[in-house]
């Protein structure tokens, strides 16, 4: 089956500062790519996705990247705010089946 | 938006007792619905996928007859876990798709507390 690899797992950043969470996917087949944010207790949110056809998506501070022939994809989030900071988790979608990445816990410092 | 309620939002029980999570989906058909449990600190783990009116597929290691998967309509899911001991104290979530435009929608959420 899929298997999602996520790093860091731990990620710190100063206010203003980029941050970025790269995933790799093993399933050629996958063709959907959703990030999530998820705040303690809650459940995920979907802040971005990508669809395999398509390289790169952008919306406001956040943008991702899918690189197909190498099976990565990375979540790029820019001018971050103290606010950014939650569990951010990749994954990829195969015949209906959606995988985790084992998350990002993202730190933002004022 | 498409909205999947579930219910409870916690729950406490004894060990050995049963526990149903009820996921609905408000807005739309539920064609498959995922169960997922999260662990402290951990990544959502896929215990089952269910289609309407099918029995649920479960993930290797996941005990079918501990943890019951019902999804007799296309706006309704329950997992009862059954004998619940401590060790089974999670989160489980569960996750809708209707099928279209990889929508995937997720319920708020079950702390399960077994004591």
């Known amino acids: 089956g899929e298997n999602v690899e996520q790093h860091p797992s731990t990620l710190s950043v100063q206010e203003g500062d980029s941050a970025v969470i790269k995933c790799t996917y093993s399933?050629?087949?996958?063709?959907?790519f959703p990030w999530y944010k998820q705040e303690l207790g809650k459940r995920p949110q979907l802040i971005i996705d990508?669809?395999?056809?398509?390289g790169e998506k952008k919306d406001q501070r956040i943008a991702v990247t899918l690189n197909k022939t190498a099976k990565h994809f990375s979540l790029h989030i820019t001018e971050t705010q103290p606010e950014d900071s939650a569990v951010y988790f990749c994954?990829?979608?195969?015949?209906?089946?959606?995988?985790f990445g084992a998350g990002t816990r993202l730190t933002v410092k004022p | 938006g498409a909205v999947v309620s579930q219910h409870p939002s916690w729950v406490i029980c004894k060990s050995g007792t049963s526990v149903k999570i009820e996921c609905r989906s408000l807005?739309?058909?539920?064609?498959?619905m995922f169960w997922y449990r999260q662990f402290p600190k951990q990544s959502l783990m896929l215990m089952a996928t269910?289609?309407?009116?099918?029995?649920?597929?479960?993930e290797q290691g996941v005990e079918k007859d501990k943890f019951l998967i019902n999804h007799a309509s296309l706006t309704l899911s329950t997992l009862t876990v059954t004998s619940a001991h401590p060790e089974d104290s999670s989160f489980y979530i569960c996750?809708?798709?209707?099928?279209?435009?990889?929508?995937?929608?997720f319920g708020s959420g079950t702390r399960l507390t077994v004591v």
């Open positions: 807005d739309f058909q539920a064609t498959t």
């Open positions: 399933d050629s087949a996958s063709n959907y």
């Open positions: 269910s289609n309407e009116g099918s029995k649920a597929t479960y």
């Open positions: 996750s809708a798709s209707s099928g279209a435009n990889y929508g995937y929608t």
């Open positions: 994954a990829a979608l195969t015949n209906n089946d959606m995988r």
């Open positions: 990508i669809r395999s056809n398509v």
